[in-house]
């Protein structure tokens, strides 16, 4: 086959990567978990991964036999970007609460119990009620 040829098949195959490794790394470690990834170190993972992958084509066209030196190089090297992406996805996964609980508690509603030592038919003033709310949340209500 011509050389130009070749660099199109190549290309085509470092994009048809792009889109296979991305669905895949989304299908098996969770879009959820990569929604929490910075865009940088997915577009580096996936690049890596594409790489290697048209690397160890360009190997395996390039010489007589199959399994070569840097066919094996390029395997190897794409089994450590697997191994890292699944990493990186199982370190989001272990830490997606932290970064869930980061934000302000305004949005949280607060169950209070009634007071249990209140008497039926005792009427429990508003002082009373709001600083029985700033002991229990920790932050001041104003009446």
């Not at 296979?20 to 879009?31: A, D, H, K, R």
């Not at 997915?42 to 840097?70: D, Q």
């Not at 009634?114 to 009373?128: I, L, Q, Y």
Request: net charge negative; aromatic share 10%.
């Amino acid at each position: 086959m011509p050389p130009n040829f070749l660099r199109l098949a190549y290309m085509a195959e470092f994009l048809l990567a792009l889109f296979t490794i991305m669905e895949l790394w989304s299908q098996v470690g969770g879009q959820g978990h990569l929604d929490l990834m910075p865009w940088y170190v997915k577009l580096a993972f996936v690049m890596a991964l594409a790489f290697a992958t048209v690397a160890g084509t360009a190997a395996v066209v390039s010489h007589e036999r199959i399994w070569n030196a840097k066919t094996i190089a390029c395997v190897v090297i794409a089994l450590l970007v697997a191994g890292g992406m699944g990493a990186v996805t199982y370190y989001y996964h272990l830490h997606e609460n932290d970064e869930m609980d980061s934000g302000d508690d305004a949005d949280v509603a607060m169950l209070i119990p009634a007071k249990p030592h209140a008497r039926a038919g005792h009427r429990v003033n508003r002082d009373e009620r709001s600083e029985e709310l700033n002991a229990m949340s920790g932050a001041k209500i104003s009446t």
